[in-house]
């Protein structure tokens, strides 16, 4: 059974503006924040799934992104290095909740910028990495050398979907869902060279944060506003679960990014 | 051209940031050379790629680097230029570098400093505050002045064959031989000095007697007159020469005009003191006692006369610098804005400016004995052609190409 780490939002709020989706100006409505976080706790827990909850701490309101705390393979935790040091505090509670949980810490040279699951997916038998907005493309050599599998580097060029797990979510079945335009064209050629049947996702859809999925075997969990989407993951056999998800948007945020894999493979290779 | 070396590491093959990367060097114009690549075997295997980075100007250079650093790309850290003190004047600290005529850069404080001029056989003075470095002669080093010293931190760029286009001077194999067919070049010879007016290029002319004696000064005179001359480089016996025939009709006594031409032996002497009677090659044209000639025709048109001597001169005529060290200050400063230079009929002139030429100084190096053109065009690799080949017949025809440049085109 797979294993997630969630961070309940008690101090979720838009207090700083890190991305193209944050304004201070659209705070997040509280009693929302609650019931859509719940929406997603209660629909994981009925899934094949054990959700874990880390404790939220004040003042570090994205610490509810737990997708990057870090990258969890096998029973090493590789932490985060935030790019901005609003996120920085987060590292520390997150690498010592995984010691806690028995978890072997391995951290990256602290001058590589590296957002965890959030810029680090598997699909198929590659890590696929983002990086320039918020991961340097070193972090990935290190993250390789880690883990000695092969770690494609894909250049992310649309700063609304500034972390891979924004604009792309593997698929069991060998394909994946995403949305090209956040790659420039070397990201798109690549990606298409490693992975087949992709399903493209509509720009309308891909600004509801469709591709921002939890993917658990047959079972995806994704934010609301993505009709063409579902339809698509439906015919293959895919079940979905859409969530409303707007008040976790307001930060740049949705199903994934609330969500870390613990870990997210067994094995690199 | 500047350059930086950076390394990629890592799934740089299969991610395509290495095709990437040198996509981002060429779109921006500069250039790229492969240093070192290892390919990973494996498929979990990182692979390396050392890339040498050329740019036109330091900034484009920084730009890049900074844009290829997004990509992961790392500059390579490379050692600084090591100095010594000049112990006098004059005097160079042991194991001084010595230039070549090619482009060359040293590194100090990790930024690389262009040499200037680009002048061989010199030393390389460095002025910290200026953040200047200066090919420097013997003459021109003083006491303490910062000399760079060993082969560290020095980076030499060779002129490299264009990749945008052919011209003539890359074409060919830099040397025609006396038997070989010479047409077709000098006509192309014509062309590239068309566009190097049009350009405003600056050309050059150094010239040996054997242009007066063989009769081919009236072509040089048609050259002058057609604006083809900026400058032009002799010693004291081509300005006698000159004169000689201007007055006399002779030079050292023979008349090109005919087969036979008795007397006349001390009619350079005679030249010789006319001029210095008068004062000056400018004076006498002004006077008209100097009505006709290669040198009336560079005063007529404003060509800058550089005259230098030697041990064998007679007089000299006023003008003419006797000095050697004083004569290499003048000619370098002369020659340093010219982009195309005729060495026509002479051996140690032509070697004396072959070697204070900047290395993309288009060279054309004409003489009737091959030894001779062999050395004029051995230091403008790429740049250069010799013609084993009587002067007269070649200006001639290269003036023919100029004057009527659609018999060269109808003949291509």
Known sequence: MRELL?????????????????????????????AQWKGLFDTLSKLDCQVELIPPRPKLPDMVFTANAGLTVGRRFIPSNFRHKERAGEAPHFAHWMEEHGYEIVWLPKNLYFEGEGDALFGGDVLFCGYKFRSDINSHRAVADILGCLVISVELVDPRFYHIDTCFCPLPDGGAVWFPAAFDEYGQSTIRDHLRDLIDVAPEEAAHFSCNAVVLDRDIVLPEGAPKLVATLRERGYTCHPLPMTEFLKAGGACKCLTMFMPQREKAT | MFSETVELRGHI????????????????????????????????????????????????????????????????????IQLAKAPEDGVFPHDFYVTTNQQTFVRFDGKEIEVR?????????????????????????????????????????????????????????????????????????????????????????????????????????????????????????????????????TSLGKNPDRAFAGGGHENHMRAINIIRACGGIAVAVQKKILTRGILHACVEHKVDIVLTGSIRDEGPIPGVTTDVFEAQKIMRKKLADVTHVLLLGTVQHSMAVASMLAPTVKTVCVDIDSAAVERGVEHQPLQSIGLVTDVEPFLRELVECIAKPENASREK
């Open chain 2, 117 to 249: 001029p680009a002048m061989m056989d010199s030393a390389v003075a460095l002025d910290r505050k200026k953040r200047a470095a200066r090919a420097v002669k013997f003459f021109d080093v003083n006491e303490g002045d910062e000399i760079v010293v060993g082969h560290q931190g020095i980076r030499v760029v060779p002129v490299q064959r264009s990749t945008s286009h052919t011209d003539i001077f890359q074409f060919i194999n830099t040397m025609v031989d006396a038997d070989e067919p010479k047409s077709a070049v000098i006509r192309e010879l014509g062309q590239e000095l068309r566009r190097a007016r049009e350009e405003n290029g600056k050309i050059a002319i150094v010239g040996g007697p054997a242009i007066v004696r063989t009769g081919a000064g009236e072509h040089l005179v048609r050259l002058i007159e057609m604006g083809y001359v900026d400058r032009l480089f002799a010693g004291n016996a081509f300005a006698v020469y000159d004169v000689e025939r201007a007055l006399f009709g």
């Open chain 1, 6 to 34: 969630l961070c309940p939002p008690d101090y979720y709020g838009i207090e700083y503006e890190i991305n193209p989706w944050m304004s201070r100006a659209r705070g997040a409505d509280t009693p929302l924040v609650q």
């Open chain 2, 13 to 80: 093959i299969d991610s395509l940031i290495l095709p990437k990367v040198l996509d981002q060097i060429l779109t921006r114009g500069a250039g790229f050379k492969i240093a070192e690549i290892k390919i990973g075997q494996k498929r979990a295997d990182q692979s390396f790629a050392r890339i040498e980075v050329t740019a036109e100007t330091s900034e484009a250079l920084d730009e890049l680097v900074l844009r290829l650093r997004q990509h992961g790309a790392e500059t390579v850290e490379r050692a600084d």
